[in-house]
């Protein structure tokens, strides 16, 4: 065992100081907070604490009854401090009007969203956006979502989800950055800048919110909301980095989550929220439960009733309380009992306010409730020329044997087989609340716009009846109509697009699967295809990794393009026919089978890491190790070479890998070398590999490039299970190339 070279308790003291600093700059505010307060009534300061949904409708209120009447009386009576779902430049001054001219205080209520990826411009699904490891065009195309929702009554998203998961029947893989701590926390860092800018109270920026602490990702095989049960190691240096990379970077408020973490629901967990987020990250926002998540302690045996609920979740932090109804009815008589101390409430309501004040709220209520602005910006030109930018650097290039791709202008008779081809809604993805439903540009018409040399069939339907947001998605796996048609249209092609994955509906919250194919019918139709057509080019339609092994044995040409949002049949038409050369690299491990999942690049050696001719190693009788694909893996249609690895570990402090990158193909290309390092022995084991460094850059032919690259104590040290971060000196490996499994490698010994 080595002895730690460096224990970094600094880092908490570093973001204290950051944080400090900032609080010095925001001095207005705190005082201002403080004359706002000293006016407050306990019932107040409880009301800011209060989240409703909203119950408008897109095309009017809801009338005044039931739930709606309550909530409408506790607008008026200043016992809510927030709203979600609330929409719509005007929807959004009416509310906001009850309370700035009907309660005593009037302070303005800030309205969440679930912008997850673009609001009414659709951008690709979070996973997609990732796999283009490009943090400008991630930062921008969350710019443009933050844009379009302020411009609709919106204070604040709901996003980046920074949940690290492993595992791909989870449905809401589709909205995090991917399976690596390092690469998740890059990317929710762009994202949280995009969303919030400089300049909270800029008319372009809301707040945002990383979520969900803490865990959440490590779902048990894969269902959503099912229990969570990961050691320490896993929870510092796998899940929490992306959350601290987030509150290092301002984010100003964090969700907490569904899941128990060491038999403690997340929203009545005080270590999470109190000790590490708010005590040891120095966290000055404020944190919001996830919907009900403080009635459902309930569910988990954890608290008895609402009462409790309150107690448990207030004293360990949750300021904000959305849709569980606890702090509205208990948290005042909590207080009056003496049960819950006042301190806790004053706290939680100072962050609340602080937020408020930095949106700029305080100042016009309604400055997000500009209708004409409205109009402008919705769906503007600008907005979608990003999105298709981010689209078409979100698509990865799996398989392109005998570079049947890219198509060129004049090739002849292109069929396009599949029914989410000509599908215009399953491109947005799910969780795209704001957008109008059918409004993406399909395959099939993007391809349209490139050849008049195409024929659609349409082959089975993929899903019965209706799909909507909140509908389990059914998959027709018996009526074969459309088979054959597809089947003759196939032979009589020189080649065949076949668009197939997934429903845009079948991933998201609520949405784990138990298999990882291609679902229903469609494994047979492209088996049909290719026993008539081997040109078969497939084009992947997906929110999640899936296992298609067959395919990646038999079909020439993959093309993995995710649900890519509003201008999906650009960006895929595009790369397809070469106009843009792929870029993308995979976010996630792609299993072979699902058998094979949790499988994630950045694993342990194990002691039995074989092979060896006995059985007795790690490994499965009826299933290979390696994955499909692998983590950071994707093509291009030009090739890149490395040469000339050199490490320099003179500075201990800041060691030096650098390495030439060469495009030796005959087109313009664009690259993501990524660096992995292997700490060779450690006083707690550590992975195989782990990611940490990257850089995207394009070159053109027979152009090359230095790049070099940092290693410095965040990158070579990692936490121990009690959470302190060491650096241990010895033997470091290290690779870099275009993937996680290929490219130069060599090692240093660090002093
Ligand atoms: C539940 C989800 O878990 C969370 O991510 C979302 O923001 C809230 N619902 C609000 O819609």
């Known amino acids: 065992m080595k002895k730690p070279l460096v224990k970094i308790l600094s880092i908490a003291i570093v973001c204290t100081l950051f944080n400090t600093q900032m609080n010095s700059q925001n001095?207005?505010?705190?005082k201002k907070i403080d004359s706002l307060m000293n006016l407050m009534t306990l019932e107040e300061k409880v009301g800011q604490m209060n989240q409703y949904n909203g119950f408008w409708n897109l095309t009017g209120p809801a009338p005044e009854e039931g739930n709606a009447k309550l909530k409408y009386d506790h607008l008026r009576s200043g016992l809510v401090g927030s709203m979600l779902n609330v929409r719509g430049a005007e929807n959004a001054r009416k509310i906001q009007e009850i309370v700035v001219n009907e309660t005593r205080l009037g302070i303005p209520l800030?309205?969440?969203?679930d912008v997850i990826h673009g609001q009414k411009t659709i951008t690709p699904i979070p996973l997609a956006e990732a796999a283009s490891w490009d943090l400008k065009a991630i930062e921008m195309s969350a710019r443009v979502a933050a844009t379009e929702a302020a411009a609709e009554g919106i204070h604040w998203t709901f996003a980046p989800m920074m949940d690290i998961s492993r595992d791909a029947r989870w449905g809401r893989v589709m909205e995090g950055g991917g399976e690596d701590p390092y690469l998740g926390a890059k990317i929710g860092v762009a994202r949280v800048k995009g969303f919030q800018g400089d300049d909270l109270s800029a008319p372009n920026t809301i707040a945002a919110c990383a979520k969900h602490f803490a865990a959440y990702g490590f779902a048990e095989s894969g269902k959503d909301y099912n229990t969570v049960d990961i050691g320490t190691s896993t929870l510092y240096n796998i899940v929490f980095p992306p959350f601290k990379a987030a509150v290092d970077h301002n984010v100003r408020t964090v969700m907490n989550s569904f899941n128990i973490l060491n038999g403690i629901p997340a929203t009545g967990n005080k270590f999470l929220q109190r000790d590490v987020l708010?005590?040891?990250?120095?966290?000055?926002?404020?944190?919001?439960?996830d919907w009900g998540s403080g009635k459902e302690m309930i569910d988990h045996g954890f608290a008895k009733d609402l009462k409790e609920v309150a107690r448990l979740a207030a004293n360990a932090g949750s300021d904000m309380d959305m849709e569980s109804?606890?702090?509205?009815?208990?948290l005042k008589d909590l207080v009056e009992s003496g049960t819950v101390s006042e301190k806790v409430i004053d706290q939680a309501v100072r962050r609340i306010l602080r937020v408020k004040f930095e949106l700029g709220l305080f100042d016009d209520p309604y400055r997000y409730c500009d209708t004409v602005r409205e109009q402008e910006l919705m769906n503007h030109p600008d907005h979608h020329a990003a999105a298709l930018d981010m689209a078409r650097k979100s698509i990865v290039l799996l398989k392109n044997e005998g570079n049947l791709l890219p198509l060129t202008k004049d090739q002849k008779k292109i069929a396009v087989i599949g029914a989410l081809a000509s599908d215009k809604n399953s491109p947005l993805g799910s969780w795209r609340l704001a957008s109008e439903d059918n409004s993406a540009v399909s395959v099939l018409e993007g391809l349209q716009r490139y050849s008049s040399e195409i024929t659609y069939a349409r082959g089975p339907e993929l899903v019965v009846g209706e799909t909507t947001f909140i509908n389990e998605v059914r998959i027709n796996e018996t009526d074969r109509s459309g088979f054959q048609e597809a089947v003759q249209l196939a032979k009589n092609s020189e080649v065949v697009i076949m668009v197939l994955g997934e429903h845009g509906f079948q991933s998201g919250e609520g949405r784990s699967r138990a298999e990882l194919d291609l679902p229903g019918l469609q494994q047979e139709l492209l088996e049909a295809v290719?026993?008539?057509n081997k040109n078969v080019i497939l084009v992947l339609n997906n929110g999640r990794p899936l296992a298609f092994p067959w395919a990646s044995e038999n079909i020439p040409a993959i093309l993995e393009a995710w649900q890519l949002g509003s201008q999906t049949g650009h960006a895929v038409a595009q790369v397809l026919f070469g106009e843009y050369n792929p870029s993308g690299k995979l976010p996630m491990t792609f299993p072979r089978s699902v058998g094979q999942v949790p499988i994630y690049y950045n694993h342990f050696n194990t002691g039995r890491p074989g092979p060896i001719e006995l059985v007795f190693w790690t490994h499965y009788i009826d299933e290979n190790n390696a994955p499909l694909y692998p983590f950071g893996y994707g093509l291009s249609y030009t090739e890149f070479s490395y040469s000339?690895?050199?490490i320099d570990a003179a500075n201990p402090k800041d060691v030096k890998v650098s390495v030439t990158v060469t495009n030796k193909g005959d087109r313009m290309g664009e690259e993501v070398a990524q660096l992995y390092i292997r700490d060779k022995v450690a006083s707690n084991v550590r992975p195989v590999k782990e990611l940490k460094g990257f850089e995207k850059f394009s070159l053109k032919p027979n152009e090359s490039k230095k790049i070099?690259?940092?290693?410095?104590?965040n990158e070579l040290g990692f936490y121990m299970p009690d959470g302190d971060f060491v650096v241990e000196p010895g033997e470091f490996?290290?690779?870099?190339?275009?993937?996680s499994v290929e490219g130069l490698s060599g090692s240093f010994v660090l002093k």
Do not use: N, P, Q, R
Not at 110 to 113: E, M, T
Not at 733 to 739: A, I, K, Q, R, T
């Open 278 to 289: 708010k005590e040891m990250w120095g966290f000055d926002g404020f944190i919001i439960s």
């Open 27 to 30: 001095k207005d505010i705190e």
């Open 325 to 330: 109804y606890a702090y509205v009815a208990h």
């Open 110 to 113: 800030i309205f969440g969203y």
């Open 733 to 739: 490996d290290v690779m870099v190339g275009g993937s």
């Open 530 to 532: 290719h026993g008539v």
């Open 644 to 646: 000339d690895l050199k």
């Open 708 to 713: 070099t690259f940092s290693l410095t104590e």
